[in-house]
């Protein structure tokens, strides 16, 4: 006899720590909180991947990834490891190649401040740290504060420099 899948009623009545089969692999880990007690859930998807290695998945929480959403997501993962790929190795592709997306998109301006904030710590003292965003609101962000990294080039860059060298390296300076 075939066992019934999961319905969103039985997972919002679970109420006890164990491991909940809906099928095919994808299953509604509840686990309690030692100290608390408090029920946890999460749904894990169990494949095996090239060579008979078995890898669990997790797939977020049924608060938030809904039970049709979680078994189409299921069904995309099983299909790339009967393919041969490692569904954890291509996630991690996929997050790294968001991560690489993400960061060509952002302005000078916020890679800028990214920069100063991850190095400030190690500046001497708070001069240093203040001249750093002031150089830069002062030169660099009106000509190209707004632009996207990658399309910072070398004229607009010597944009911002050649009036600064005319300017210190002067006499009358």
């Not at 977020?60 to 954890?88: C, F, M, N, Y």
Request: with cysteine; glycine share 6%; aromatic share 6%.
């Amino acid at each position: 006899m075939a066992r019934s899948k999961l319905t969103d009623r039985a997972i919002r009545q679970a109420k006890r720590a164990g491991v909940l089969i809906d099928g095919k692999g994808l299953r509604l880990k509840i686990t309690a909180n030692p100290t608390s007690g408090a029920l946890r859930k999460n749904w894990v998807l169990r494949v095996k991947v090239d060579g008979g290695q078995t890898r669990e998945i997790g797939l977020g929480s049924p608060d938030i990834v809904a039970l049709e959403t979680v078994r189409k997501r299921a069904q995309e993962l099983r299909e790339l490891a009967r393919s041969g790929v490692d569904p954890i190795a291509y996630r991690a592709q996929e997050r790294a190649q968001k991560a690489v997306e993400a960061a060509r998109t952002m302005t000078f301006r916020q890679c800028a401040e990214a920069y100063i904030e991850a190095h400030k710590a190690g500046w001497k003292n708070a001069k240093h740290a203040k001249q750093w965003p002031s150089t830069f609101e002062s030169y660099a962000y009106p000509i190209f504060g707004g632009a996207p990294v990658a399309d910072v080039d070398q004229a607009m860059v010597m944009r911002v420099l050649e009036p600064l060298w005319a300017k210190k390296m002067s006499p009358m300076s």
